[in-house]
């Protein structure tokens, strides 16, 4: 039931911002968020202040996001008399108007999946802190992660970075926005760190408000401790306010509690869970009061690896760095300085801390070796901060006066720039070549990017976490936005095979183009790789890619793909239709071999001209596939829950004089493991001393299974299902067959070629692209002469040699190059 209402409430508010997404941009309208709505906090705050008091913006109107505007009552309060301040709540349909319908938009972290800028808005992307610890790609697995925020970054006019650190650490290598981003980089300071020069009276008034809070602090110095979230995800903090109150406990019992007090201030995603803990009362500070002012009134700070070490530097008061657990988070997360450059003592243990602390009080200074390192520091990040960043922000950003100031695009490499979309990132023969391929294009000549369905499903995960790492990242979250009407037509174009009316009609290009917008931003692509060649959907939105040359794969002989019954029914006929239409509007149609390339360019010659079709190699990836077979079977295949191989692995590793034959592939009708079953079942009879083992999974898996059991064939024919590696099967094998009735360029026969395997296989159009002369066998498509292909190998009469796996990789690559159009087939001649 709590589903079905949540899907309800998302419908409603997907129609409420498709509604406002149609009406006018209201011109001097600024939208704010801060932490999803987590307060009026940080750098927007400190923007948002500027503007009401800078004579030329008061025209202006204003509107904050808050996540709840009972919590946030005293900040409502503060403007309930300003007739041009309003707010909304983070999530509603007032939310997704504003964020529809607002000229500015001013956040310091991200907006939601569903959002897309539209023309005639302005985005500001402040983010939350120069970082000390990892961001983005330089975490290990840190592209899981990165799916909105790229969005966000792309979409960005502009990008503000505190410093050149920021800008080219952070934005550039860590986002890999650098090559891509068409935002300009303002490296002017940060605008929060403004409110941390406080007069006489800002400093009375922001103590006054720490004790309305209930925090008592007379006359006494502020020492701050803020340390940062842990956890394995932002969404997910770990919740440590116990150990927390144990290092304040032990600390104020050291210190002279008449002069100072230790108060508490936590991360945003921390803050709830600090807040309803009845001992932090009188030390945690609340979350309503701007943090910048808080360090202002701060004599000395503690933290660890939080970005507010960054800030507290302009102040030029002493900081302690607090890291018990430093190995560990290091280890786990990654830094980008070493402690022993940091702007302070770094102390593991509490007694360590209140003995530096107690110094620093008596002496109010640094030791001299911290000193340093601090001067340098302040030199280093806090270069721009000088009270005014806020008002140079405003004269950049909305008056447009970027020459005036540090305002930079994001470094360009010079490189031409390919975007592929990958297809559905299972484990596939297709995701297989994608991966080769992009571990074998030349990264220092091409700059490339991947986009692809973000899952949840380990195989995916699995295959999305071995993408080269010099590749960028577009996984597409969230969906399409527009009402439901429009999302109906879409729809029913596609069932009645009019897919292409979404450039031919107006209402349906428009979402397309949006749709394409949301994932990408304002990016540009100069090749545009549609690598799958199986998605309607993603055939038609990268024909809405800006100024790109657009290449779409034929994998196999499409025509008969289309006409295959699964389970008796045609299900990839309509789909496929759909893509053939499409087809007149790609540059290039890429088949996987010179046969299948004529193969397709005979049959789909209705929908495309002769001179679109074309060809490229798949490529191998020998490096990672001999290291791959290296690996130990019984590992590689053991459930990591219970701990158990399975039997099979065990018979296949014995040593019983048994010859192995093997193949991988989908359990589906074209690959035919049938006819491989009852081949070996011919040769079996007469050779008992054989066994053949078929890696994968399908559709047809129940049927092979009860022709195994018709033929007797239990003991001697090992169905293995999906494993993570085939790799270790295959090297344990002796022989590999294959019994397609039609393939493209099948991977698996790389794959073999790259182990030194002998290869038997039936024939089909292009086999002789697949086989290089002088490797395998190749018999007719019957039961009787694969047998005797089979028997072939008993007998010595296969032919294998040395694959040069890396001359034919190389030609592959080269090929690749053609066909998008990205080298001239001359070019590609003299590398022949």
């Given amino acids: 039931m709590k589903s079905l209402i949540s899907r309800a409430n998302r419908f409603v508010h997907s129609q409420f911002h498709a509604h406002w997404r149609t009406e006018p941009i209201k011109p001097g309208t600024v939208l704010y968020e801060s932490f999803n709505g987590n307060g009026m906090l940080c750098n927007p705050e400190a923007i948002f202040r500027q503007l009401l008091a800078t004579p030329d913006m008061r025209q202006l109107r204003h509107i904050w996001v808050l996540a709840d505007l009972r919590q946030f009552r005293s900040t409502v309060a503060e403007f309930a008399g300003a007739r041009n301040v309003t707010f909304v709540r983070y999530g509603t349909p007032s939310y997704y108007r504003a964020l529809a319908t607002s000229e500015y938009l001013i956040n310091n972290a991200t907006f939601p999946p569903q959002f897309s800028k539209r023309p005639g808005q302005t985005y500001l992307n402040t983010w939350h802190g120069t970082p000390l610890k990892r961001m983005g790609y330089d975490i290990d697995r840190g592209a899981l992660g990165t799916a909105n925020i790229i969005r966000n970054f792309v979409a960005a006019d502009y ?29 002017e300071g940060y605008p929060r760190i403004d409110r941390q020069a406080l007069d006489t009276d800002s400093v009375a008034a922001g103590r006054a408000r720490l004790n309305s809070a209930g925090i008592p602090l007379g006359d006494r110095t502020i020492v701050l401790y803020a340390p940062t979230w842990k956890g394995a995800s932002f969404a997910r903090p770990e919740d440590d306010i116990d150990q927390l109150l144990d290092h304040i406990a032990r600390l104020t019992a050291q210190i002279d509690t008449s002069k100072y007090v230790v108060l508490l201030k936590t991360h945003q995603i921390v803050h709830a869970l600090a807040r309803s803990r009845p001992e932090l009362s009188r030390l945690l500070v609340p979350n309503n009061i701007p943090t910048n002012v808080v360090l202002g009134l701060t004599g000395v ?11 507290f530097l302009a102040t030029g008061r002493p900081i302690l760095f607090f890291t018990p657990d430093l190995a560990d988070y290091s280890d786990s997360r990654g830094l980008y300085f070493e402690p022993e450059d940091w702007p302070g003592p770094v ?33 280093e990040f806090c270069g721009q901060e000088d009270g005014r960043v806020s008002a140079r922000i405003i ?10 100031h540090h305002v930079r695009p994001a470094v360009s490499q010079n490189r031409p720039s390919i975007l592929m979309y990958l297809g559905g990132m299972r484990s596939n023969g297709i995701t297989t070549s994608a991966l080769n391929l992009l571990n074998n294009i030349d990264h220092s000549r091409f700059d490339v990017s991947a986009c692809f369905i973000q899952s949840k499903a380990p195989a995916s995960i699995d295959n999305q976490l071995a993408i080269n790492p010099a590749v960028r990242q577009f996984p597409r979250v969230g969906g399409m936005n527009g009402s439901a009407l429009d999302q109906l037509a879409r ?3 596609f069932r009645r095979g009019r897919i292409s009316r979404h450039q031919d009609q107006p209402t349906q290009k428009t979402l397309w183009d949006d749709e394409w917008t949301r994932c990408f931003g304002d990016s540009h692509f100069d090749f545009v790789v549609d690598f799958s060649g199986y998605g309607p959907f993603w055939a038609a939105l990268l024909l809405h890619s800006p100024e790109s040359i657009r290449s779409i794969w034929l994998h196999n002989d499409l025509a008969a793909d289309a006409h295959r019954k699964i389970t008796g029914k045609k299900r990839m006929l309509h789909s496929l239709t759909q893509i053939f239409t499409l087809y007149e509007q790609y540059d290039h149609l890429v088949s996987v071999s010179p046969t299948l390339s004529a193969i397709n360019n005979r049959q789909l010659a209705p929908y495309a001209a002769p001179a679109k079709f074309t060809f490229a190699l798949n ?3 020998a490096k990672q596939i001999l290291s791959a077979a290296s690996q130990d079977l019984r590992e590689t295949t053991r459930n990591l829950e219970t701990g158990i191989t399975p039997d099979w692995v065990e018979v296949l590793l014995a040593d019983d004089k048994t010859t192995n034959f093997v193949s991988v592939g989908r359990l589906s009708p074209e690959k035919n493991q049938a006819r491989l079953i009852r081949a070996f079942n011919i040769v079996h009879t007469a050779t008992p001393t054989t066994r053949l083992v078929l890696v994968g999974d399908g559709p047809l898996r129940g049927q092979l299974e009860s022709l195994i059991r018709k033929l007797g064939l239990e003991e001697s024919v090992i169905l293995t299902g999906e494993i993570p590696n085939p790799y270790t099967v295959l090297a344990a094998s002796d022989c590999f067959a294959l019994s397609s009735n039609y393939e493209g360029q099948p991977m698996v026969i790389l794959e073999a070629l790259v ?34 292909g089979l028997n072939a190998f008993l007998t010595g009469e296969v032919p294998s040699g040395t694959f040069d796996h890396a001359a034919y990789t190389r030609l592959a690559v080269e090929q690749f190059y053609s066909a998008i159009g990205a080298a001239r087939p001359e070019d590609l001649t003299q590398q022949m």
Avoid: W
């Fill in 159 to 187: 990008l503000l970075a505190a410093n050149p650190f920021m800008a080219e650490l952070m934005y550039e290598k860590a986002y890999k926005l650098s090559g891509i981003s068409r935002s300009l980089i303002i490296e």
């Fill in 301 to 311: 700070l503690i933290t660890d690896y939080s970005s507010i070490f960054f800030d």
């Fill in 347 to 379: 102390c593991r243990t509490t007694d360590e801390l209140a003995v530096e602390l107690a110094e620093i009080l008596v002496t109010g200074t640094l030791p001299a070796g911290s000193a340093a390192r601090y001067r340098t520091s302040q030199q």
């Fill in 395 to 404: 004269d950049i950003v909305f008056r447009g006066n970027a020459r005036r």
């Fill in 491 to 493: 729809h029913l174009d």
């Fill in 619 to 621: 490529t191998a990836d």
């Fill in 755 to 788: 182990l030194g395997l002998p290869i038997v296989t039936v024939e089909f159009e292009s086999v002789k692209n697949a086989l290089p002369p002088g490797f395998g066998l190749v018999v007719p498509q019957t039961d009787e002469d694969l047998a005797e």
